[in-house]
């Protein structure tokens, strides 16, 4: 059955990006923490050197997934992804298409009426698969609708002590997650909890 899966590094206190939406330090264990390389494929191929937990976790979470969840936010930082996203097909979820899109070629699609219906198109696309999800907005609009099913997050071992955090705008707090898989990277810890449904 196909999961809704948030994907996100964090700083260790709770930051996806710096005031400027920079997000190099919370990324910096994709390159430089080890020597396994990893190519990601789609239009914006990147070339990643993990450590070896690192990237058994990297490939055990992403050949699982068969489409992506996001908002326009990240959408926009990621300039697209060249219009293919690595994951397979993009979901963005954004008031109003924008200009120059959706662009012939590209597996990047916009849904306007809400995340719910996002999590419908997605799930479909994916094939069976997961879904993953980026960008702190949307995985909050998921928490907060109950549609998230698990959290994987990669605490980076940074501080970045201001930005965009990740758990900012929840509703029907505490949440209780489930047991946590933790493995140990270099400069990175990767957590993935299950997220219990109410």
């Known amino acids: 059955m196909s999961k809704v899966v948030a994907i996100m590094s964090m700083s260790l206190d709770g930051f996806v990006a710096d005031p400027d939406d920079g997000v190099g330090e919370v ?11 990893i190519e ?11 450590s070896a937990p690192s990237a058994q976790h990297f490939r055990d979470l992403t050949s699982r997934l068969g ?9 926009e930082v990621a300039q697209g992804w060249g219009g293919n996203h690595a994951w397979g097909p993009a979901f963005v979820v954004t008031h109003e298409v924008p200009a120059g899109w959706p662009r012939p070629g590209s597996t990047v699609h916009f ?4 995340i719910a219906n ?4 997605a799930k479909a ?15 909050q609009q998921l928490l907060n609708a109950g549609l998230l099913d698990e959290l ?3 605490v980076a071992a940074v501080l970045l002590g201001s930005g ?17 898989t933790v493995t140990q990277g270099v400069g990175v810890t990767h957590l993935r909890y299950p997220v219990r449904k109410k």
């Open 27 to 37: 990324f910096d264990w994709y390159s430089g923490s080890g020597d396994v390389v």
């Open 40 to 50: 990601t494929g789609g239009s914006d191929s990147m070339t990643f050197s993990m």
């Open 67 to 75: 489409a992506v969840l996001t908002g326009r936010r990240t959408f």
């Open 111 to 114: 849904v306007t009426d809400g």
């Open 118 to 121: 996002a999590v419908e198109q």
């Open 125 to 139: 696309a994916a094939g069976g698969k997961d879904v993953g999800v980026h960008g702190a907005d949307t995985i």
């Open 152 to 154: 994987s997050i990669d």
């Open 164 to 180: 965009v955090r990740l758990f900012d705008h929840l509703v029907g707090t505490p949440a209780v997650l489930g047991d946590p």
